[in-house]
């Protein structure tokens, strides 16, 4: 216990207060003891909720680290995702670059940054994924020989 600048006398110890009633007649002793308990309760429920708050204040700092790392690493998975797409897609590879900016990167992006899935939403983006896909081809041209660069021979 410390003491505090407004009040001028000392606060003992358990230990002090104890070692002080053991100089006097064991009944004396007892009496101090029993006036003593609340003390120790108090000041072990005082303890305990030190404790608590301690564990969860580095519970919501572990929360926070792992939040903040889901939004780095969706924003480099995004980033890299729709980097990679126009890439892709400027060397004639638009099929590829379809799935790389399709649906998936929000999918992908929400699992990281809200770290759940919805399964209608889930289900949705694969449809749109796959459509998205079917329009990057065209009708009657085999998809090989649409991703050769113009100019090129097969």
């Known amino acids: 216990m410390t003491q505090s600048a407004s009040d001028p006398k ?33 000041q072990h429920q005082r303890e305990l909720e030190q404790a608590r708050l301690e564990a969860a204040d580095a519970k919501d700092a572990r929360a926070h680290r792992l939040y903040l790392g889901g939004l780095i ?15 892709v897609g400027v060397n004639g590879q638009a099929w590829l670059a379809a799935m790389l900016s399709g649906p998936s990167v929000l999918s992908l992006a929400a699992l990281f940054v809200l770290r759940k899935v919805d399964a209608g939403a889930a289900r949705q983006s694969a449809l749109l994924h796959q459509s998205a896909l079917g329009a990057g081809t065209q009708p009657g041209v085999d998809p090989a020989l649409q991703s050769t660069p113009p100019g090129s021979v097969v």
């Open 10 to 42: 000392p606060r003992l110890t358990t230990l002090e207060i104890v070692l002080q009633w053991a100089q006097l007649p064991p009944e004396h002793l007892n009496v101090a003891m029993k006036a003593l308990e609340p003390e120790l309760a108090r």
């Open 73 to 87: 690493a969706g924003f480099l998975l995004s980033t890299g995702m729709l980097t990679g797409a126009v890439v």
